[in-house]
């Protein structure tokens, strides 16, 4: 039995997490399988840092893949439609920002000293559950203001005749991606299937609005392209619906509160004090 099938094991046996991240649990699990200290700190090198190192690399180069992609021809094709400006454009600058800052954290927790940091903070995080939930609406509702501020007409209109603003517009929407990220890692996973749903609504409130109003949002593009874009606002708002609840539905109603596993970064802080 591998030291990550035994923990998982026990973690199952034990899903309560102690005050500190089950630290004194880990230790408890490591101890009578046998293994020598070198051996326990091969299997981490080898099951969790090199992967998660490969993963945040991925993750930093795939970022400027698509930030390149949309800065290049492919993204200025993009823009001369509203439904895809909207839809696609737009949508790769948040998922570069997201990409960016989950290989920049993983990064960090990679890191020894500032690992060790984070990981304190997230202890002092998930003894307050208020502060939890408090900061995913900060960072959810900041990433909200940024892209409703900058999908206001008279903003989205002037990025069109001002490379300067523009530029403002991708700074702020990389930066809204980053806030959806940190946002959505203090959730559990229900709470990040509600999210999409609420997302999916928003999406298809504005593309109603869209469809019904009267007059042209963003005279930059014809009229009828505005209502393509409600159109398809409302279709991906039902393609959610139907994705995602099905899966919210039997998360909750389907399953058991399921198992907790050993945190990995409590097992690197004892077996890497340094």
Not at 158 to 164: F, I, K, L, M
Not at 194 to 221: D, E, Q
Not at 249 to 256: Q, S, V
Request: proline share 4%.
């Amino acid at each position: 039995m591998t030291l990550k099938r035994a923990i998982e094991h026990q973690s199952e046996r034990h899903p309560t997490p102690t005050k500190h991240g089950s630290a004194s649990d880990v230790v408890h699990r490591i101890i009578p399988l046998g293994l020598t200290l070198g051996e326990a700190r091969a299997w981490y090198v080898n099951r969790v840092l090199i992967p998660r190192l490969r993963w945040a690399t991925a993750s930093i180069v795939a970022g400027f893949v698509t930030l390149l992609l949309v800065l290049t021809e492919p993204g200025r094709l993009l823009e001369q439609s509203l439904t895809t400006r909207m839809v696609a454009h737009d949508s790769l600058v948040l998922v570069a920002g997201f990409l960016f800052a989950y290989g920049a954290t993983s990064l960090v927790e990679l890191m020894p000293r500032l690992s060790d940091w984070v990981w304190e903070a997230r202890n002092a995080l998930n003894r307050s559950r208020f502060d939890v939930r408090a900061l995913s609406i900060l960072t959810f509702g900041s990433a909200a203001i940024t892209i409703g501020y900058w999908y206001l007409p008279a903003q989205f209109n002037a990025t069109a005749g001002s490379a300067s603003l523009e530029t403002e517009m991708y700074l702020a929407l990389l930066f809204a991606g980053s806030l959806i990220l940190v946002g959505a890692s203090f959730l559990t996973r229900r709470l990040k299937l509600i999210g999409l749903v609420i997302v999916g609504k928003a999406l298809g409130l504005y593309g109603m609005f869209l469809l019904l109003t009267p007059w042209t949002v963003y005279p930059i593009y014809p009229g009828y392209d505005q209502v393509y874009a409600g159109a398809t606002l409302l279709f991906f708002m039902l393609i959610l619906d139907f994705t995602i609840m099905p899966a919210w539905l039997y998360n909750y109603f389907g399953k058991g509160s399921g198992s907790h596993t050993a945190n990995v970064n409590t097992v690197r802080r004892l077996l890497d004090p340094g």
